[in-house]
């Protein structure tokens, strides 16, 4: 038996260039690879579909892209909801039957991910089959795996990934709160961050050097404002609040409490007040 497959992409190396959702595209548009997958439309659905992530507000604001495909789930709705058209592969892919599928478009809504899409024409439900055909014909990995410049995305046995997969985490379902063992995994999504800039009203410069302490329950951290006033606290936990302390020589302490980066906190240009 062989063992499972799994892919790991890392958000921090995904430049957002698209290359493995044109790929897939142009894998599976006008190509028939029965027994997996009868050809993609040309529009409307991508089988890898890399989302555009834009976190804060103007000008303290970060990119980052998270390509989404289906997870071949080893706990998978989509199995349950029609077992005699969906299967598993001995590798762990996870295949929509085009055959015995035909005709069932209540498959689309069975997947919690929102990664199976319902072909018009054909008259059948279609997902990422993993480049089965290709793994079949002796190629390593998938196409869009292939087309990656940045190797932000990888594909191999569980065993091979297992130290990435140990740092990995799953993206969420979009109905909360289910569990279904996604073998997609990922590196390096960020998470909240505080940001902002120091300046002195007076001089109507920015302060260069200052002490902004961040700290929640006993954690704190320590970041100082770059040659522009800048200060960034990165990938913070959004269900926490934290409070911030600004200090600087000559400076009043400025301080906020309770912050909360469920979104993404630009506190903009805080002015520090001089000291008397
Ligand atoms: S992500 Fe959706 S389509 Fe893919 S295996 Fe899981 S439940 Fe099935
Ligand atoms: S594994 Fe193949 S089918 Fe799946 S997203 Fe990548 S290119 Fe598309
Ligand atoms: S090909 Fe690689 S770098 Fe480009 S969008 Fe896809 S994962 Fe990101």
Redesign the pocket.
Known sequence: MSEKKAFV?DVA?????????LACKDEYCDNNWMPYAKPQPDVGQFWLR?DPHECGTIPKVRMH?I?RLCNHCDDASCMVAAPDAVYRREDGLVIIDPEKATGNRALVDSCPYGVIYWNEELNLPQKCTGCAHLLDNGNGVPR?VE????D??KFGTETELKELIAEAEVLQPLQPKSDHSPRVYYLNIPKGFIAGTVYDPVDREVVIGAVCLLTCGGDEWTVITDDYGDFWFENLQQERQYDLKIESTGFITKSFTALSPVKDINLGDVPLDRKA
Not at 13 to 21: A, I, W
Not at 147 to 150: D, I, K, L, N
Request: glycine share 4%; aromatic share 16%; charged share 5%.
């Open positions: 992409i190396r995904c430049s957002g260039c698209y290359n493995c959702q890399v892209y390509p869009c087309a990656c410049p940045t932000a995305f």
